[in-house]
């Protein structure tokens, strides 16, 4: 089971921080993704981590804002979101990688969390 959390309102420019805990099963050696599912739009992906976490992927409407990171010891995957706008809100929604390295289509995920939902404020 994934269990995302952290989501919630903030001001265009601010900052949230996501996380996606997994509980019965591991996860240390899978990739971990966040994919994000804007109102009226379909579900896209937002950024992936290798399973040792040496290798991330993100977005292009992401890149250099948000940051993926996880703490196998802890079962759980991180993304911070920094410089936010409208545009990011979303139901942020993680997800178990097939393989040790993932990329961004969802047939390369299997278990997904419940989803999170972050409303950026103009």
């Known amino acids: 089971q994934l269990q995302a959390s952290g989501g919630g309102l903030v001001q265009a420019g601010g900052s949230l921080r996501l996380s996606c805990a997994a509980s019965?099963?591991?996860?240390?050696?899978?990739?971990m993704g966040w994919f994000r599912q804007a109102p009226g739009k379909e579900r896209e992906f937002a950024a992936a981590?290798?399973?040792?976490?040496?290798?991330?992927l993100y977005a292009d409407s992401v890149k250099g804002r948000f940051t993926i990171s996880r703490d196998n010891a802890k079962s759980t995957v991180y993304l911070q979101m920094n410089s936010l706008t409208p545009e990011d809100t979303a139901v942020y929604y993680c997800?178990?990688?097939?393989?040790?390295?993932?990329?961004?289509?969802?047939?390369?995920?299997?278990?997904w969390g419940q989803g999170t939902l972050v409303t950026v404020s103009s």
């Open positions: 019965g099963r591991t996860i240390s050696n899978n990739a």
């Open positions: 981590i290798s399973w040792r976490g040496d290798s991330t």
């Open positions: 997800a178990v990688g097939l393989r040790s390295y993932s990329g961004k289509a969802e047939a390369d995920y299997r278990y």
